[in-house]
């Protein structure tokens, strides 16, 4: 299957909203029990990713992830659930670039993050407003990448 349409609720999941999924609806994916998927709601779509946690089939929705897709915890939903197969790229800022780019180590650091991990650090040096904020966490990243 390339792709799975269903009309549903956004289940509450601590701070978080889930799409849960049985587990004939996962196996028909033919793709194991955790792995990357697009979600659109309405014409907006998010990367996201299935996996399993507390014995069910959940895609997870950040509040960050419902603000892209403009929904909200309990909202009933139309929601197309496909294999997301492209690769899994994060535009780094250009501060940050620079210097995963100037040193051999941190960049090989920083290719060995998991998706997530990226795109969180290259979120939050992207939406600092002010410059010392954002050098603070571009520090903050440098820092955690040598201590990997």
Known sequence: MNALELTTVLEPRGPAAAIVLSDEQVAAFDAGRAFPVTVTIDGRTARLRLARMGGENLVGLSRAARADLG???????????????????????????????????????????????????????????????????????VEALRRR
């Open 71 to 141: 929904v909200e915890i309990g909202q009933d939903v139309t929601v197309v659930i496909a294999l997301d197969e492209a690769p899994r790229e994060v535009e780094v800022p250009a501060e940050l670039a620079a210097i995963l780019d100037g040193d051999a180590g941190l960049r090989s650091a920083w290719d060995a993050l998991a998706f997530s991990h990226r795109r969180e650090h290259a979120r939050a040096v992207a939406e600092a407003k002010r410059p010392e904020t954002r050098q603070r966490r571009v520090d903050a990243v």
